[in-house]
């Protein structure tokens, strides 16, 4: 069922909103279905414990559908500071006195039962909070996105590996490595995207000059090279913050990549540890890694206006769409969305993915860094709170595009924006590059 900018039934917008819910929650048990000593475990400072993750999929699904829609008292206010993001770090989450395991699943239990009774009999109208459904909307989002992040922690945990999924499709040799974008106006972002996100918004035009940007974004063959090259052993090719940075930490390579004695180069993923993989997207690199490559290999990274126009414009209809593909919402034949695989696909893999001017994989696979600053599009207003997107702003953050082979189909969108430090590797972030015409 496609969520478009129309007018769906009340009828079918509720089944959209269950279906999303439920989606989200089985995932949410999957990546929570380990033992008691993994959930409370912190695998990484980086990260959060898993089972603070559960419980606060439940208090945001308790505070906005619960309370904030249902008008219903608060289940157990004594927690609400416990999984408040903002109250405390992820370091140091873990010495709170959270709820156990069994605690956390009987709440978010207890919690998605009261929030679909108040769904069951809601008109999905009324304030703008509740038009087209967008609240509920935002909560299958939320948890989706957290269920990224606890893939991203499950990536971090130490032993074998404990999660499973199918291969991704074949790859297939793409008839030319770079795209050229022609020069004019694009509508970057959207105004009539209904559950779309504060920062995904107001729709405003941008003109760019011509420019080039790749087919296909850069593999770990590509990457390879530049390792080998001694990339990482050349200060010409790192910003001066970037090469303190490599220095401090001792980069050699993307997170999780080593080599042996004979000079292969193997990767741990998901606690499988296997050859690099030459025809995948590079993944576990920064900010500072992608653009070094670029810089070494002549190009840079594009834009977020680049990123976007090159995903979205259909120059023979002169407009943006949803998606590279069209208006559709992704289908398993468009992209590596929502951990049905864990790693990227193979260059090629997803040719009806392709936007109209022929570039690839825009969509999942890999979150893709692009040279730009995280700021408001120029109307910005926050909402439905700051806290999701303007308190962010500014800061030394980099923009993210596209999503991963992590993120499922419900959190991403030709125009959603992610933001991350540029140091950061634990993520599933890869890149492509740019040059101008």
């Known amino acids: 069922m496609t969520l478009t900018p129309d007018h769906p039934t009340t009828e079918d917008l509720r089944a959209r909103v269950v279906d999303q819910l439920e989606t989200a929650r089985r995932r949410s048990t999957v990546l929570t279905s380990v033992d008691d000593g993994d959930l409370v475990a912190q695998h990484s400072p980086l990260m959060s414990p898993l089972v603070w993750d559960l419980a606060h999929i439940g208090s945001m699904e308790e505070l906005w559908l619960v309370r904030e829609v249902g008008g219903r008292e ?10 408040d993001a903002f109250q405390h770090s992820r370091a140091e989450r873990v010495e709170l006195p959270l709820l156990t395991p069994t605690e956390a699943r009987a709440y978010v239990a207890e919690v998605r039962d009261k929030a679909l009774h108040v769904l069951d009999r809601h008109p999905l109208s009324g304030r703008r909070l509740e038009q087209a459904g967008f609240v509920f909307g935002m909560i299958a989002q939320h948890e989706q996105q957290h269920d990224e992040t606890m893939l991203a922690t499950h990536q971090l945990r130490a032993g074998g590996p404990v999660l499973a999924a199918a291969e991704p499709p074949p790859g297939r040799v793409l008839p030319a490595r770079e795209v050229l974008v022609p020069a004019g106006p694009f509508v970057q972002g959207t105004s009539t995207e209904p559950w779309a996100l504060d920062n995904e918004r107001p729709a405003h035009t941008v003109t760019l000059p011509a420019y080039w940007i790749d087919a296909h974004p850069v593999t770990n063959a590509e990457y390879t090279a530049f390792v080998e090259a001694g990339g990482y052993t050349d200060p010409r090719w790192w910003s001066p913050v970037a090469w303190r940075h490599v220095q401090e930490e001792g980069l050699v390579a993307p997170r999780f990549w080593s080599r042996d004695s004979s000079g292969t180069w193997w990767r741990r993923r998901f606690g499988v540890v296997e050859p690099v993989p030459a025809a995948e997207p590079v993944v576990h ?4 890694e992608a653009a070094a490559y670029a810089a070494w290999a002549g190009r840079r990274l594009p834009t977020e206006a680049e990123w976007e126009k090159a995903a979205r414009w259909d120059p023979e209809a002169e407009r943006s769409r949803r998606f590279p593909w069209g208006d559709a919402d992704p289908g398993p ?8 695989h864990l790693q990227p696909a193979p260059v090629g893999a997803y040719p009806a993915g392709a ?10 696979d890999v979150w893709e860094w692009c040279d730009s600053g995280w700021d408001p599009y120029p109307g910005f207003e926050a909402f439905p709170y700051r806290e999701y997107s303007e308190v962010f702003f500014g800061g030394d953050y980099k923009v993210l595009r596209g999503g991963s082979f992590g993120t499922d189909a419900a959190a991403i969108r030709g125009t959603f924006r992610n933001w991350d430090h540029p140091v950061r590797r634990q993520i ?6 740019a040059r101008d015409a």
């Open 74 to 83: 608060a289940l157990r206010p004594e927690i609400d500071g416990l999984y």
């Open 285 to 288: 690199v920064s900010f500072h």
């Open 333 to 340: 034949e468009h992209a590596n969305l929502g951990q049905r």
């Open 355 to 364: 936007s109209p001017l022929g570039v690839e994989q825009l969509i999942g």
């Open 428 to 433: 599933f972030a890869g890149f492509r590059c």
